[in-house]
């Protein structure tokens, strides 16, 4: 009986675990300085999982990292080194699904456009920067929950510039029926145990 009643609190206390909200700051030398001149990278555990950065396009590209600024792309052929310009791509994976409440831009002055694009397809979501300061943060209201995030520039031709300096959002968390069919796996699994034979 004893064995039910902590199996049950358990479980309980697995039901109730509240989502919490990270940021992933990408001007984090700890967690990014490693980054810099790679044309991908995996990062540590983070608050939202571990992820994934890479310089997508073109092909000679790198990443760029700076404590300031966070991440842009680096092609050769382009000035500005550091930001994201068109045809630079980022690209951010997730290891596990997050749901993405905001993106936070630096070096985005008044009037300067960048794209995103959701799981790797669809539309892609224009943003235009607002102020001289450079820094932007986009609220997001996802429906749903997403596994990755493309960033790029704005059409060739226009000087517009950015880096990604911040990610806030969280983890999905392991839906409730998972964890209730586990325990009834492992109760299941405790009754056979001791069924003498």
Same mark, same amino acid.
């Given at each position: 009986?004893?064995?039910?009643a902590?199996l049950?609190?358990?479980?309980?206390?697995l039901?109730?675990?509240?989502?919490?909200?990270?940021?992933?700051?990408f001007?984090?030398?700890?967690? !990014?300085g490693?980054?810099?001149?790679?044309?991908?990278?995996?990062?540590?555990?983070?608050?939202?999982?571990t992820?994934t950065?890479?310089?997508?396009?073109?092909?000679?590209?790198?990443?760029?990292?700076?404590?300031? =600024?966070?991440?842009g792309?680096?092609w050769?052929?382009?000035?500005?080194?550091?930001?994201?310009?068109?045809?630079?791509? /980022?690209?951010?994976?997730?290891s596990?699904?997050i749901?993405l409440?905001?993106?936070t !831009?630096?070096?985005l002055?008044?009037?300067?456009?960048? !794209?995103?694009q959701?799981n790797?397809?669809?539309?892609? =979501?224009? =943003?235009?920067?607002?102020s001289?300061?450079?820094?932007?943060? /986009?609220?997001l209201?996802?429906?749903?929950?997403?596994?990755?995030i493309?960033?790029?520039?704005?059409?060739?031709g226009?000087?517009?510039?950015?880096?990604?300096?911040?990610?806030?959002?969280?983890v999905?968390?392991?839906?409730?029926?998972a964890?209730?069919?586990?325990?009834?796996?492992?109760?299941l699994a /405790?009754?056979?145990?001791?069924?003498?034979?």
């Open positions: 009986m004893k064995r039910w902590l049950t609190a358990i479980v309980l206390l039901l109730t675990t509240p989502v919490i909200a990270a940021i992933v700051d001007r984090d030398y700890g967690f !990014f490693g980054a810099d001149g790679y044309g991908n990278f995996t990062s540590g555990p983070t608050g939202l999982g992820l950065l890479a310089a997508t396009s073109p092909g000679s590209a790198t990443l760029e990292w700076d404590a300031s =600024f966070g991440f792309v680096n050769p052929s382009k000035n500005n080194t550091g930001y994201l310009e068109q045809p630079e791509e /980022l690209l951010i994976t997730f596990s699904p749901y409440s905001s993106i !831009f630096s070096g002055s008044t009037n300067e456009v960048g !794209f995103y959701l790797g397809s669809g539309s892609l =979501f224009r =943003f235009t920067g607002t001289d300061v450079g820094s932007l943060t /986009l609220a209201d996802l429906q749903a929950p997403i596994r990755s493309l960033f790029s520039g704005d059409s060739p226009n000087r517009n510039s950015y880096a990604v300096a911040e990610l806030n959002g969280t999905v968390p392991i839906p409730a029926a964890w209730l069919l586990g325990s009834g796996v492992v109760g /405790l009754l056979k145990r001791r069924s003498p034979r």
